[in-house]
């Protein structure tokens, strides 16, 4: 069965500290995965995606294959990193029809 | 560019009835999917549709239904309501690509209650 698991339904870090949102996930073939973010009283959007393997915001993924996992990690959090974190996979390039993680909590204090 | 849209915003029904919810795509995207999304099961996937085609299709039972119209809107219909349906609905819109870098944008959903 597909599946995305995000095992921490929080994590709370200080300012400056490292973070890594953890991802695994189940599936078959060859899915394409994504991390989503949503701040508050906004709408959920894309934050990266592996196959482009850029980094934004400051955050990073690696896909790894032998461990089904796909990571988010930031060296160093900044309070505006503050947010609800999905991490999803499709089996298309195109990265419709989403399955979703049932998400990560961020909590950046200073 | 003017985002994804969605009505209504929110919607409240009872047991038994119907409803049917809209969404308008960003401009020149013809790929609509939509999301279900509830505190017990987060974000679960509906469908998506394209050219009017559904492409794709999720793990829900016939009561949910969606089409697409020639401009890329699109209407989901959830027939006989159940205390179950209440989520947020959310539509998501992209260029439809099957390959190459493509991006889904995210509507702000509609709050659906079933009382």
């Known amino acids: 069965a597909q599946r995305v698991t995000q095992p921490e339904k929080l994590l709370s870090v200080f300012k400056g500290a490292p973070v890594e949102l953890k991802c695994n996930y189940s599936?078959?073939?060859?899915?394409?995965l994504f991390w989503y973010v949503q701040y508050s009283r906004q709408r959920l959007q894309l934050l990266l995606r592996?196959?482009s393997r850029e980094s934004i915001k400051g955050f990073t993924a690696d896909l790894n294959k032998g461990e089904t996992s796909f990571h988010l990690k930031k060296p160093f959090a900044q309070e505006e990193d503050s947010a609800m974190y999905y991490c999803?996979?499709?089996?298309?390039?195109?990265?419709?029809?989403?399955?979703f993680g049932k998400g990560t909590t961020l909590s950046v204090s200073s | 560019k003017a985002g994804v849209t969605q009505t209504p915003r929110y919607l409240i029904k009872t047991r038994g009835q119907q409803v049917t919810l809209s969404c308008s795509p960003i401009?020149?995207?013809?790929?609509v999917s939509w999301y279900q999304q509830t505190p017990g099961q987060g974000l679960q996937f509906l469908f998506e549709y394209f050219s009017e085609t559904q492409r794709n299709k999720g793990n829900f039972p016939g009561r949910f239904s969606g089409r697409q119209f020639s401009n890329s809107r699109s209407e989901m219909n959830v027939s006989t309501l159940e205390l179950g349906d209440s989520a947020l609905y959310l539509c998501?819109?992209?260029?439809?690509?099957?390959?190459?870098?493509?991006?889904?944008?995210f509507g702000p959903g509609t709050r659906l209650t079933v009382l």
């Open positions: 592996h196959i």
């Open positions: 599936y078959s073939g060859s899915p394409e």
């Open positions: 998501a819109s992209s260029l439809g690509l099957l390959a190459g870098e493509d991006t889904q944008y």
């Open positions: 401009s020149g995207h013809r790929s």
């Open positions: 999803a996979l499709s089996k298309n390039q195109a990265g419709t029809a989403l399955i």
